[in-house]
C-alpha cells in the first residue's frame, strides 16, 4: 500500500515536472518571444519573466532583445564628383516585430542578409548624390541619417527597426592615396618654401631698416657736427676781426712776416727786383 | 511541497514492516535533503565590491540592483546576478592596441584603424584613447549585444565619431591647433551614438594620442618644421646685425659731434689766443712803432734769408730774367 502510494507520488512528481518543462518558459532580459501553436501565432512575450504556454502544443520561439551589429565588407562606391571611396559601414538594429521577422526572415540570419541588401544599396544610392567633400566632412551626419531614416523605412517591413547607420571609414583607394600623399608632399613644399621665403623677407627687411637707420643716424650727426664746426669758424672768425680791427695795417704787416716764415723755405729761390720794397731793406746802401 | 511528502514518509517508514535498513534509509534522506535544501538556500549568498553593482534577475527578469555589501538572491535558477563594475574607469585603444604597458611600453599599430581622411582631402594618422564608465549597470548588461567587443558597438562608434571630427577640419587643425576641441567634439558625438543605443555607458574622456602625418609624407612635414625654424634664424640673424650694426652708428655718430664740438671750441680758443697774442703785440707796437716794425721785419729776414737762395737784378734787366737762371746751376746753397 505504502509502496504503491510511493510509486505513484513518484510518477506524478515526474510527470509535473514534465508538463511544468513543458508550459513554463523563461524570457530574459535580452530576449522576447512568440508563442505558436501548431505553427499558428498566438501571442507575442516582448516582457522578460516567466511565461505558461499549452505544453505540447504550443512552441516558443526566442529572438533577441537587443541592439545588434550588422558589419557589411568594406566596398568601393563612387561619389558624384567620380570619386573612388572605400566604404565600409556598419548599422545597429532591434528586432521590433518578432512576428513579422519570423514570418518574412525566419531568424536573424535570414533579416542580417535582407538588411546587407538595404543598408548598401541605400548608401550607395546616397553616396553617389554627393561630392566626396561632403561624405567626408560636411554633410556626413546629414546623409548619415538621411540613410538611416531610408533603411529604417524598408527594414520596418521586416520586423526591424535600424536604429542607426553610420559610415565607419571612408577611405581612398590604394593609387588614389598615392597622388594623396604626392599632393600633401607638395602642399608641405609650398609651405616650407613660404616659411623660408618669408624668413628672408623679414631678415631683408630688418637689416635695411637697420641700415637706414645707420645712415640717418650718421647723416644727422654730420649735420650737427658741420653747424658746430660752422659756429665755431664763425665765432673764430668774429673773435680775429674783433682783434685785428684794433690795427689792421699792423695786422697785415705782422701776418705778412709770419707768412714770409712759413712760405719760403731752404730751397725757395727769391728773384726780386733792385728797386721793391724787399730789396730796399736787402741792399748794402740801406746799411 | 517536497518537505510535505517527505513529512509523510518519514512517518509512515517508522511504522513500515521493512526492517532497519529501510528505515536506515529514511533517517539519511532525513539528513541529506535539508542539507541540500540548505546548500541550495544558501548558494544565493553573494558579495558586492566596493567598486560593483549588482543585477539580480528573477527569472530572466531584473528586479532589483543590489548595493555594495553581502547580498542575498534567491538561488537558481529562480534568480541569478550580475555585478557589473560601475566605477571602474574603463578604457579602449583606438588606430592602436597596448601589447605590454612596459615600462618600456610596447604597442601595435592598426593603420587600417588610424588612417584617416581630414577636411581638406589629406591624410592624417591619428589615435585615440577613449575612457568611459558604466552608468546604468542594467542597460549595460541588457541592451547592446556587442558593446565591449572587439569591433563591437563601443568600439565601432568611437571610430566613427573620430573620423567624422577629423574629417571636418583641416589636417593643420587637427595636428597642431585644436587638439582640444576635437577631444571635446569627439566625446560628445561618441555619446551622442552610443546614447542612440541606450547603452548606459558614459564616455568620461576621449584623448588624442599620437596625430602626425603618414609615414609616406612625414618627411616632408619636417621639412616644414625645419623651415619654420630656418624662418626664424633668419630673423634672428637679422636682429643680431641690427642689435650689432645699430649701437656701432650711434656710438659713432657721437664720435663726429663730440669732434666737432672739440673743433668749436678749439677754433674758439685758438683764434682767442691768437687775438689775445696779437692785442698784447699791438699793444707794446703802439708804444714805438717804427723800431719795432723794423726789428720785426728784421727778424724776420734773418730767419728766413740764410735758407734760401737770392738773386737780386736790376730793374733794367729785370724784363729777361730767365737769362741768370743757368748761372745757379750747381751753386752753393
Not at chain 1, 568601393?76 to 538594429?93: E, G, M, Q
Not at chain 2, 680758443?269 to 696779437?278: H, I, L, N, P, V
Request: hydrophobic share 40%; proline share 5%; aromatic share 8%.
Amino acid at each position: 500500500m505504502n509502496q504503491r502510494k510511493i510509486i505513484i507520488a513518484g510518477v506524478l512528481l515526474i510527470v509535473i515536472v514534465i508538463v511544468l518543462a513543458g508550459s513554463l518558459f523563461m524570457i530574459d532580459e535580452t530576449e522576447q518571444a512568440i508563442v505558436t501553436q501548431l505553427g499558428k501565432y498566438v501571442r507575442t512575450v516582448a516582457e522578460p519573466g516567466l511565461n505558461f504556454k499549452v505544453p505540447f502544443l504550443q512552441n516558443v520561439h526566442k529572438f533577441e532583445d537587443r541592439v545588434l551589429e550588422y558589419d557589411a565588407a568594406a566596398a568601393p562606391i563612387i561619389t558624384s564628383d567620380k570619386k573612388h571611396l572605400v566604404i565600409d559601414n556598419y548599422a545597429r538594429w532591434k528586432i521590433v516585430d518578432p512576428l513579422r521577422l519570423y514570418q518574412t526572415v525566419r531568424d536573424e540570419a535570414g533579416a542580417q542578409a535582407r538588411l546587407d541588401d538595404i543598408v548598401f544599396s541605400e548608401l550607395r544610392e546616397e553616396v553617389a548624390r554627393h561630392t566626396l567633400t561632403e561624405i567626408v566632412s560636411v554633410n556626413r551626419e546629414a546623409i548619415m541619417e538621411k540613410v538611416h531614416k531610408q533603411c529604417d523605412e524598408k527594414a520596418r517591413e521586416y520586423g526591424v527597426e535600424v536604429v542607426d547607420v553610420r559610415i565607419k571609414r571612408a577611405d581612398l583607394p590604394a593609387e588614389v592615396a598615392r597622388s594623396v600623399y604626392e599632393r600633401m608632399k607638395a602642399e608641405r613644399q609650398r609651405i616650407a618654401k613660404q616659411y623660408r621665403s618669408e624668413g628672408e623677407e623679414e631678415a631683408v627687411k630688418i637689416r635695411a631698416a637697420t641700415d637706414k637707420e645707420k645712415v640717418i643716424l650718421l647723416a644727422e650727426s654730420y649735420r650737427q657736427s658741420e653747424k658746430l664746426k660752422g659756429e665755431g669758424d664763425a665765432e673764430a672768425i668774429k673773435i680775429y676781426a674783433d682783434a685785428f680791427e684794433r690795427d689792421p695795417e699792423f695786422y697785415a704787416f705782422v701776418r705778412t712776416l709770419e707768412a714770409y716764415g712759413k712760405s719760403l723755405r731752404r730751397d725757395t729761390t727769391v728773384v726780386l727786383p733792385s728797386d721793391s720794397e724787399f730789396f730796399r731793406y736787402l741792399s748794402p746802401q740801406t746799411k | 511541497m517536497a518537505k510535505v511528502y517527505y513529512k509523510q514518509w518519514e512517518d509512515e517508514g517508522i511504522r513500515a514492516p521493512f526492517g532497519p535498513s529501510i528505515r536506515f534509509n529514511w533517517l539519511w534522506l532525513k539528513w541529506i535533503i535539508p542539507v541540500l535544501v540548505l546548500i541550495w538556500l544558501l548558494s544565493g549568498i553573494y558579495i558586492v565590491r566596493p567598486d560593483e553593482q549588482g543585477v539580480v534577475r528573477r527569472f530572466g527578469k531584473a528586479v532589483r540592483v543590489a548595493e555594495p555589501g553581502p547580498n542575498y538572491h534567491l538561488p537558481r535558477p529562480i534568480e541569478q546576478v550580475d555585478k557589473v563594475k560601475v566605477k571602474q574607469i574603463r578604457r579602449m585603444e583606438i588606430g592602436f592596441r597596448t601589447i605590454s604597458p612596459g615600462p618600456p611600453a610596447r604597442y601595435k599599430f592598426r593603420p587600417e584603424e588610424s588612417l584617416m581622411l581630414t577636411g581638406d582631402e589629406q591624410i592624417i594618422d591619428a589615435q585615440i584613447i577613449m575612457q568611459y564608465q558604466i552608468q546604468e549597470p542594467e542597460k549595460f548588461l541588457f541592451n547592446v549585444r556587442d558593446l565591449e567587443m572587439p569591433q563591437g558597438a563601443l568600439m565601432d562608434a568611437a571610430e566613427v565619431a573620430l573620423r567624422q571630427v577629423v574629417g571636418q577640419r583641416p589636417i593643420d587643425d587637427v595636428l597642431i591647433t585644436e587638439k582640444l576641441q576635437i577631444e571635446i567634439d569627439i566625446r560628445e558625438l561618441l555619446q551622442r551614438i552610443i546614447d542612440r543605443y541606450d547603452s548606459g555607458v558614459k564616455i568620461r574622456e576621449v584623448k588624442l594620442q599620437t596625430v602626425r602625418p603618414p609615414e609616406e609624407v612625414a618627411a616632408a612635414f619636417s621639412d616644414v618644421v625645419s623651415a619654420k625654424e630656418d624662418k626664424d634664424r633668419l630673423v634672428k640673424e637679422a636682429e643680431g646685425y641690427s642689435k650689432d650694426v645699430l649701437p656701432k652708428a650711434r656710438g659713432q655718430a657721437e664720435r663726429i659731434i663730440r669732434e666737432a664740438e672739440a673743433y668749436r671750441a678749439e677754433r674758439i680758443k685758438r683764434a682767442e689766443g691768437d687775438a689775445d697774442r696779437f692785442l698784447s703785440v699791438l699793444k707794446e707796437y703802439e708804444k714805438a712803432k717804427d723800431v719795432t716794425r723794423k726789428r720785426l721785419y728784421l727778424e724776420t729776414m734773418e730767419r728766413i734769408l740764410p735758407g734760401i737762395r737770392k738773386f737780386v737784378i736790376d730793374r733794367d734787366v729785370g724784363g729777361n730774367v730767365l737769362q741768370f737762371l743757368p748761372l745757379e746751376e750747381g751753386g752753393e746753397k
